[in-house]
């Protein structure tokens, strides 16, 4: 049975890796995630204001009391909670690159392109295989086009591969006006490949202070609707690899993923669930499944589905109207 698959230019023994998180952040689980099975692991990211406010020494001269940096300072963890310094994460990217054979891709995540394209090179020369960027943006100032935001990103991309060699994969979140339009737009930028989907934290209120409660749920398989109905409208459409993240926690999660046409699907929470040895239940299942339906290939399963079924933009409407029509009390 041959498991391999090519994402990112990277040869992974199979399409199941790890997810960027703290997953990677100690060496011992990351060793433990390689002997449990992964094919691959993204570190968790690094963080722009980690590395804006270190290059201007910023942060250590602000004064989270006095009222002029008050505000600025109030959304970010005090710099000894962020887990590591720039320094300090590429000094592990190199010890994870020494722990496993695996490939490592690491992480940044960030808006603009000022201070971290250049420690891009950093990364890639601490030997991080690939790079993923997260851009995490949420656009509230009503002033901000989609347009203008979509420039932005392109640029990005375009910015961190003058920058680097290594192959840049983009983590975006789903709210697109065009979400098609925007992974031809990174592709055209140079973009390696798309990650689908950062998740969109909101928010709780909380009744009895009247404020806004930040928490972070694990996911469960319901999110990975979403990602599935993107990744086959994207499937054939762009040549650029693909990956899913978001609510795959069981084989058959997985096996709809790669039907899609992800060339890798990453795990978070369903890691952090039942640890590192569920990578050999995705991957035994993923044997299971394609043994029972006579693949000998995960190049004959990836995109299937899109193969077998009318182009989804055709069938888009239609079977919005079929769903609907779907519903019995
Ligand atoms: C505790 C935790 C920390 C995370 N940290 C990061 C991060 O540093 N960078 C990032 O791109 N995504 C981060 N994520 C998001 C995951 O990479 C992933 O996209 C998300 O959890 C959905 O995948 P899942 O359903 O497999 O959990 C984090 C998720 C969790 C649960």
Redesign the pocket.
Known sequence: MDLKTTYLGLSLAHPFMV????LADHLDTVKRLEDGGAAAI?L??L?EEQISMEESARIHHMDPLDPEFAGALAAFPHPNRFLRSPGAYLEHIRRVKEAVRIPVIA?L?GVSAEAWSRFARNIAQAGADAL?L?I?EVALDPRDSGPAIERRIRDLVIDLKHAVTIPVAV?LGPFFTAFGHMAREIEMAGGDGL?I???FYQPDIDIATMAPVLH?E??TSA??LLPLRWLSALHGHVRCSLAV?????TPADGIKAILAGAHGV???????RNGPGHFSVMRQGLIDWMESKGFTSIEEVRGRLERQSAPADLDARGSYIRTLQSWTA
């Open positions: 997810g960027a998180s703290p993204a968790g990211s963080f992480s995540n993923e997260n995490y983590k990650v989907f950062n998740r972070i694990l996911s999110e990975l993240t978001g609510g795959v926690a990453q795990l978070v929470s369903a890691i952090l």
